[in-house]
């Protein structure tokens, strides 16, 4: 290999096993996230063998991380991410929960941020969310219904919410129109992989992460 091929190699296994180390991931637990054995990871991650892209791939999802993390060149693209609207891929179900990200791919981000539409008799699911940061959210359109422990906050049009996300929280939208809205949230890396592992099932599995709130968090 050249010089170049040994000094990228070298790059993505430091990044994998960085990632996985800040996800508290063991070499075990990436195997079964990813659907790659144990071995490979561990060859991928002391440069013992080239992974190939599909292994990357898989490595990638199961990090919750765009494989574009793990491969990027030069220092600009490590941080700044330019994405246009086009590009980006609303999942989910509509009549039901719509989510798209708007945050990009950046190496260690320390923000996320989602629009989500959420339509009537729609919740964020069954169990409450809460993590150590911090949350924004933004009404755009309609009304959404944000619970935080005892309390209950209804954001309307242009309304916004900032809240310790320590705080256990879930939304729902209790009206008769689908209600539109911005969150950002400063997300730990773990809980990070996690809720992009859960929108990636919200591609595949229609009903997965939402659901009626009749009958929800009674």
Known sequence: MSPAVDQELARISQRI?????AAGLTLQELAAKSGVATSTIQKVETEQMIPSVAVILKIARGLGMHVSQLV?????ALEVSHVSARERQPIGSKGKLVVE????????P??????????????????????????????????????LGEQEYALATGDSLH????????????GDSPARFIVTGTLPRKFRAALRQQIGALGTDRE???????GTHE
């Open 110 to 147: 320390a923000l996320e941020m989602w629009r989500v539409t959420i339509y009537p008799g729609v919740s964020s699911g069954r169990q409450a969310i809460e993590y150590d940061g911090e949350e924004i959210a933004i009404c755009e359109a309609g009304e959404v219904t944000f619970c």
């Open 101 to 108: 990200r708007l945050s990009g791919d950046l190496l260690e």
């Open 208 to 214: 997965a992460g939402f659901q009626s709130t009749r």
């Open 72 to 76: 990027q060149e030069g220092e600009e």
């Open 163 to 174: 809240f310790k996300a320590s705080i256990p929280h879930f939304w729902r939208n209790d």
């Open 17 to 21: 096993r960085k990632a996985r180390d």
